[in-house]
C-alpha cells in the first residue's frame, strides 16, 4: 500500500510517499512560501527532480496540487492508490500517548494545545484538513513528537515551580523529537534482539535532544515545554538560567518575546561561533582557527557528553548510545568530541570506524564499555509504519 508520510508547517508542505510494507520511497518534495510571494516545490522521484514556481495560495491549493503532479508524473495511476496519509504533530499534550486516527472531534482535541506549540500544531492541523478534502475517505493518522515521552514519571516532567503553574496551566515538560527517538529505539532493539535495552538516543542535528530509554519507554529527555530546552543546537541556547531574562529585559529594553527569540535563533552554535548555526561552517572555520568556532564546537560537545553522562546514571548504566540526525550521523568531527569526553564512562571510540557517515554502524571499540552506534533516523517512515499499522486496524 501506498502512504504518504506528510509534514507540515506554516509555509510549507513537506511529503514522502512510501511503498509499505516493503519502506520503500517512490516519491518525495516539497512545497514552499505557501500563502506567500514566490511559491514553488519540488518532487524528486525516479531519480529526477523537478522544481515549479506556482501560485500556492493555501495548504489546500499546495495539496491539490501535489495530488495533480503525482497522477500527471505517473507515480501514482489515480488518487486511490494512495491508502493512507500519516501527519507529524508537534504536540499532544499529555493527552496523546500514541498515534491516533483522525477525525473532527480529535482534531478539536488536538487544537487545545495549540498554545503550547503555537507555531507548528496550527500548521499540522492545517495539513490534515487540506488532505482530508482532497482524499476523504482515506485515513489519516496524527502522530505526535511527544507522544514517545508521556512515559515519564512525575519526577521527571515537573519543574520544581509552583506547583499550581503545572495543575493550572499545564508547565511541565514535554519532551520533542519523539518520533525520532522511537525510531532509533525500535532499530537498534530489532537489531540487538532485545526489548529490555537501556538506550541513550541522541538526536543531534539542527534541533538536538538526548533521550533516556528503558525498555522502550522514555525515562527523561533532554527538551522541556518548548524545544528550547536541553543541549546547545544549531540556533538555540539549550538550558540557561530563567533569569537572565528579566537582567537583560532591563538593560536593553528587548521584550521577554524578543528575547525569547533570540534564545531560540540566535543563539547556540550561531551565537558562540558568530559563524553559522550549521555545524559544517562551524567546523571549516574552526579548522581555520576561528577561536569562537572552536569554543562553539567545545561547549557543545560538553553540553551533549554531560546529559550522556546524566542519563547514563539515570538509567543505572546504559546498554548503548546511538546517535543521529544531521550532525550524530555526518560529522566524525563532532562524533568524536562527543565521545571523547564521556571517556570516563569506559566509553571509547574506534576512530577507523568512525571514519564514514550517513549509515548505520557501530563506531566504538570492542573494549568500550558501552557500544556506541550510528543509526539514522527516519521520522517519515515512522509515520508511515504507524499509518500502515492503524489501517489495518
Ligand atoms: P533538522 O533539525 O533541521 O532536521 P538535520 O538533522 O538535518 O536538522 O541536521 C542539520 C545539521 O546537520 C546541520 O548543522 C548540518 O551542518 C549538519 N550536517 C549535515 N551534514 C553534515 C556533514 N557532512 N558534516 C557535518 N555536519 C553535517
Not at 532591563?250 to 534564545?263: D, G, M, P, R
Not at 550521523?329 to 576512530?351: F, H, P, Q, W, Y
Request: with cysteine; net charge negative; proline share 2%.
Amino acid at each position: 500500500m501506498k502512504i504518504l508520510s506528510v509534514n507540515a508547517g506554516s509555509s510549507s508542505l513537506k511529503f514522502t510517499l512510501i511503498e509499505m510494507p516493503a519502506q520503500e520511497v517512490i516519491a518525495s518534495g516539497l512545497f514552499e512560501k505557501i500563502g506567500l510571494e514566490g511559491s514553488f516545490y519540488t518532487i524528486k522521484y525516479n531519480g529526477e527532480k523537478i522544481t515549479k514556481e506556482s501560485e500556492l495560495t493555501d495548504h489546500a491549493v499546495a495539496v491539490k496540487v501535489l495530488m495533480d503532479e503525482l497522477v500527471n508524473l505517473n507515480i501514482i495511476s489515480s488518487l486511490s492508490d494512495i491508502e493512507g496519509v500519516g501527519h507529524r504533530i508537534v504536540h499532544g499534550g499529555q493527552e496523546f500517548s500514541s498515534s491516533v486516527v483522525l477525525n473532527e472531534e480529535i482534531l478539536n482535541r488536538i487544537s487545545k494545545y495549540n498554545d503550547l506549540a503555537p507555531l507548528h500544531n496550527p500548521a499540522n492541523i492545517m495539513g490534515v484538513r487540506a488532505f482530508m478534502e482532497v482524499l476523504p475517505g482515506v485515513i489519516q493518522v496524527g502522530v505526535f513528537d511527544t507522544a514517545f515521552h508521556t512515559t515519564m514519571a512525575a519526577t521527571e516532567y515537573l519543574y520544581p515551580v509552583p506547583y499550581e503553574w503545572y495543575e493550572k496551566y499545564q508547565v511541565r515538560k514535554y519532551g520533542f523529537h519523539g518520533t525520532s527517538h522511537r525510531f532509533i529505539n525500535k532499530t537498534i532493539s530489532e537489531y540487538l534482539k532485545r526489548d529490555d535495552l537501556k538506550v541513550i538516543s541522541c538526536h543531534i542535528g539542527n534541533g538536538g535532544s538526548i533521550t533516556a530509554i528503558d525498555s522502550g519507554k522514555v525515562v527523561d529527555t533532554s527538551m522541556g515545554f518548548t524545544p528550547l530546552a536541553g543541549i546547545m543546537m544549531g540556533t538555540r541556547s539549550g538550558d540557561i538560567d530563567a533569569s537572565i531574562l528579566e537582567f537583560m529585559n532591563k538593560q536593553t529594553s528587548a521584550s521577554i518575546s524578543e528575547l525569547t527569540n533570540e534564545l531560540n535563533k540566535k543563539s547556540g552554535l550561531l551565537g558562540i561561533s558568530g559563524v553559522s548555526s550549521d555545524s559544517r561552517d562551524v567546523e571549516a572555520a574552526a579548522e581555520e582557527g576561528n577561536e569562537r568556532a572552536i569554543l562553539a564546537q567545545e561547549i557543545y560537545a560538553r553540553k551533549i557528553a554531560n546529559y550522556i553522562a546524566m542519563y547514563n546514571n539515570l538509567l543505572g548504566g546504559a546498554d548503548v548510545i546511538c546517535l543521529t540526525a544531521g550532525v550524530g550521523e555526518n560529522s566524525k568531527t563532532m562524533r568524536k568530541m562527543i565521545i571523547d569526553r564521556i571517556a570516563s564512562l569506559g566509553v571509547e571510540l574506534d576512530e577507523e570506524k568512525n571514519d564514514f557517515r550517513g549509515e548505520f554502524r557501530l563506531i566504538s571499540t570492542d573494549n568500550s564499555k558501552i557500544p556506541v552506534y550510528v543509526v539514522p533516523t527516519n521520522e517519515e517512515l515512522m509515520i508511515a509504519i504507524d499509518t500502515m499499522e492503524l489501517s489495518d486496524k
